[in-house]
């Protein structure tokens, strides 16, 4: 994204939910599904356990929803529940704050599909999908953001602040999954392939200059080795020689 791509009339202005919802658009978002999905484990936890399940371990337990959504909207199943509590020595309750006073657990909440999300969710676990994505980040344990205050901007590490870095780049403590990860179902073949040799011809004009690079051998050298990237417009050509 460079300065003035949105200055005058754009040419996406014109973009409008006709296009956006064309069934190209769709199908470009269900295959982005396809490829990008990253596995990250795949099996079962050696051990897991509902509530329900550890406190029966204990002896005969009348269990009773209560309640069929966060909100509680239906009331049904609450005389239920009352009646079950009469018999029970004990009464455990399992409650939580609905989502209309944690606002914050909005961001994560789907409660309805658009189109393209249902598409891709039948796409990702009924059909015969190899995940082949890797993560564009790094996860961190949970103990980094207390290590990085919201008032440091660095992106490399401080060590007299004790700032640990920021970014896969410059993050060199420990975390959970690495830059890049991916697990899949396939094996995998690796080799080195011959990249196609290409050139840029670039017209430099008077306010852009050229750059020296360090070479480790002496020999032939290019006139002008080199250019920085903001220097060149967007309209530059790449050529196949």
Same mark, same amino acid.
């Given at each position: 994204?460079?300065?003035?791509?949105? +200055?005058?009339?754009?040419?996406?202005?014109?973009?409008?939910?006709?296009?956006?919802?064309?069934?190209?658009?769709?199908?470009?978002?269900?295959?982005?599904?396809?490829?990008?999905?990253?596995?990250?484990?795949?099996?079962?936890?050696?051990?897991?356990?509902?509530?329900?399940?550890?406190?029966?371990?204990?002896?005969?337990?009348?269990?009773?929803?209560?309640?069929?959504?966060?909100?509680?909207?239906?009331?049904?199943?609450?005389?239920?529940?009352?009646?079950?509590?009469?018999?029970?020595?004990?009464?455990?309750?399992?409650?939580?704050?609905?989502?209309?006073?944690?606002?914050?657990?909005?961001?994560?909440?789907?409660?309805?599909? +658009?189109? $393209?999300?249902?598409?891709?969710?039948?796409?990702?676990?009924?059909?015969?999908?190899?995940?082949?994505?890797?993560?564009?980040?790094?996860?961190?344990?949970?103990?980094?953001?207390?290590?990085?205050?919201?008032?440091?901007?660095?992106?490399?590490?401080?060590?007299?602040?004790?700032?640990?870095?920021?970014?896969?780049?410059?993050?060199?403590?420990?975390?959970?999954?690495?830059?890049?990860? @991916?697990?899949?179902?396939?094996?995998?073949?690796?080799?080195?392939?011959?990249?196609?040799? /290409?050139?840029?011809?670039?017209?430099?004009?008077?306010?852009?200059?050229?750059? +020296?690079?360090?070479?480790?051998?002496? @020999?032939?050298?290019?006139?002008?080795? /080199?250019?920085?990237?903001?220097?060149?417009?967007?309209?530059?050509?790449?050529? $196949?020689?």
């Amino acid at each position: 994204m460079r300065l003035g791509f949105f +200055d005058g009339s754009p040419s996406f202005k014109s973009l409008g939910k006709d296009h956006v919802c064309s069934d190209e658009h769709i199908e470009v978002a269900a295959e982005a599904a396809r490829e990008g999905v990253v596995l990250l484990k795949n099996g079962v936890p050696c051990r897991y356990a509902t509530p329900l399940d550890d406190i029966s371990s204990y002896g005969e337990v009348i269990y009773e929803m209560g309640c069929g959504e966060m909100a509680c909207w239906n009331d049904s199943l609450i005389f239920p529940a009352t009646e079950a509590a009469k018999e029970a020595g004990v009464t455990l309750l399992l409650m939580g704050l609905d989502l209309s006073i944690e606002a914050e657990s909005w961001i994560g909440y789907l409660d309805i599909l +658009d189109k $393209k999300e249902v598409k891709a969710l039948p796409v990702l676990f009924l059909e015969n999908i190899i995940p082949e994505g890797r993560l564009p980040l790094a996860w961190y344990e949970s103990s980094y953001v207390d290590m990085l205050p919201m008032t440091s901007m660095p992106l490399r590490p401080v060590d007299s602040f004790g700032y640990p870095g920021r970014t896969y780049k410059f993050y060199n403590g420990s975390i959970v999954y690495p830059f890049g990860y @991916g697990l899949s179902c396939t094996e995998f073949k690796n080799e080195l392939a011959s990249p196609a040799e /290409a050139s840029l011809d670039i017209k430099l004009n008077r306010y852009q200059q050229c750059h +020296d690079l360090n070479y480790t051998s002496e @020999g032939y050298r290019q006139s002008c080795p /080199a250019v920085f990237v903001d220097d060149l417009s967007c309209d530059s050509q790449l050529s $196949k020689i």
